[in-house]
T-cell receptor
């Protein structure tokens, strides 16, 4: 099992509120979990990542939580702004593996 | 400025034609990847290259092959393109074989008609 599940596929939130995206993974050896943001017509760009030696990481309005027992990790965007509207992808990889497996993406829409 | 460069950005081909997608990076990264992105499916791995002439199939290699003759250059080849290969193709790289984030190219939007 190597799949990464990501939900929801579409998320619509009010400007100023929080947005949460959840991912689960199957490979218990996974120890690196990056999050990418993709603007329309652009390439994915890393916005935050977390390794398995941490349970929480925060940077510039982004919070990532990791629950290794449940094989679940999540991205929380606080005080969302229109500029946060984009596709977001989670990914997971293990030291023993050489590539990241991606979730299917979440389209976030922040409305005024 | 460290980056991954993909050429071309847009490409239209007829079914049965050969397609060459090019990717270059200036960071001396050992590991390079080709992914395709389709709505609702996310990014699916086609091929990995660990270094020059050291390539492995990813999850969906059928219909594709790759070439890496120089560390900074990784090509994706479609021999006799099919309409279901219409997609956005992303090249990515990262240093060594350790666990770190990718640097993505800007993508090639391929339409096979």
């Amino acid at each position: 099992g190597e799949q990464v599940e990501q939900l929801p596929s579409i998320l619509r939130v009010q400007e100023g509120s929080s947005a949460s995206i959840n991912c689960t993974y199957e490979n218990s050896a996974s120890n690196y979990f990056p999050w990418y943001k993709q603007e329309p017509g652009e390439n994915p760009k890393l916005i935050i990542d977390i390794r398995s030696n941490m349970e929480r990481k925060q940077t510039q309005g982004l919070i990532v939580l990791l629950d290794k027992k449940a094989k679940r990790f999540s991205l929380h965007i606080t005080d969302t702004q229109p500029g946060d509207s984009a596709m977001y992808f989670c990914a997971a990889s293990a030291d023993s593996g050489t590539y990241q497996r991606f979730g299917t993406g979440t389209k976030l829409q922040v409305v005024p | 400025d460290m980056k991954v460069t993909q050429m071309p950005r847009y490409l239209i081909k007829r079914m049965g034609e050969n397609v060459l997608l090019e990717c270059g990076q200036d960071m001396s990264h050992e590991t390079m990847y080709w992914y395709r992105q389709d709505p609702g499916l996310g990014l699916q791995l086609i091929y990995i290259s660990y270094d020059v002439d050291s390539n492995s199939e990813g999850d969906i290699p059928k219909g594709y092959r790759v070439s890496r003759k120089k560390r900074e250059h990784f090509s994706l080849i479609l021999d006799s393109a099919k309409t279901n290969q219409t997609s956005v193709y992303f090249c990515a790289s990262r240093p060594g074989q350790g666990n770190s984030d990718y640097t993505f190219g800007s993508g090639t939007r391929l339409l096979v008609i």
